[in-house]
């Protein structure tokens, strides 16, 4: 059974050599590896919105800075997983969704929390706020169709 990545998710990884790709596990369990990696994000989400709706920063930054590291581990484990018996399209695909979220994560949630924390409420600082939060959602938007591409490809190769 095939685990699909949800359009409420989000998601360039260097070509795998033989010895490094992943024959060891059923196409199952591999796709179900990766989508379950990627999928893991919802809770990180979860604490930021939570943070963010509570108007509490300091959390936020804390759950900002606790979600890059997770990202950085959830890349590491993706790259070692390596491809299916040579096939990387999944592994591309999350991983693409990854680096995306670690880009609004390092970048766009930092400028977000540093726009909010000001308090500000001008017309320029809230075209600012805008500007991120339209960017956020629609690379998270542009990950999870980039992801789900890539686990439609792979599971109709696969699928049995």
């Given at each position: 059974?095939?685990?699909?990545?949800?359009?409420?998710?989000?998601?360039l990884a260097a070509a795998c050599t033989m010895a490094a790709c992943n024959s060891s596990m059923d196409v199952a369990s591999y796709n179900n590896e990766l989508i379950t990696v990627i999928n893991d994000n919802e809770k990180?989400?979860?604490?930021?919105?939570?943070?963010?709706?509570?108007?509490?920063?300091?959390?936020?930054?804390?759950?900002?800075?606790?979600?890059?590291?997770?990202?950085?581990?959830?890349?590491?484990?993706?790259?070692?997983?390596?491809?299916?018996?040579?096939?990387?399209?999944?592994?591309?695909?999350?991983l693409n969704g990854l680096r995306?979220?670690?880009?609004?994560?390092t970048d766009d949630y930092r400028e977000l929390i540093t726009i909010r924390k000001a308090g500000i409420a001008d017309e320029a600082?809230?075209?600012k706020e805008e500007k991120a939060l339209n960017h956020i959602n629609s690379a998270f938007e542009q990950a999870a169709?980039?992801?789900?591409?890539?686990?439609d490809?792979?599971?109709?190769?696969?699928?049995?």
């Open positions: 059974m095939f685990v699909k990545m949800t359009t409420s998710l989000f998601a990180q989400m979860a604490g930021m919105n939570e943070a963010m709706n509570s108007k509490d920063y300091t959390r936020a930054e804390q759950a900002r800075s606790t979600w890059s590291a997770t990202l950085d581990k959830q890349i590491k484990k993706v790259e070692d997983l390596g491809s299916y018996k040579g096939d990387d399209v999944l592994q591309k695909g999350v995306t979220y670690k880009k609004v994560v600082t809230a075209a169709e980039e992801v789900n591409k890539a686990s490809a792979f599971e109709k190769k696969y699928a049995k």
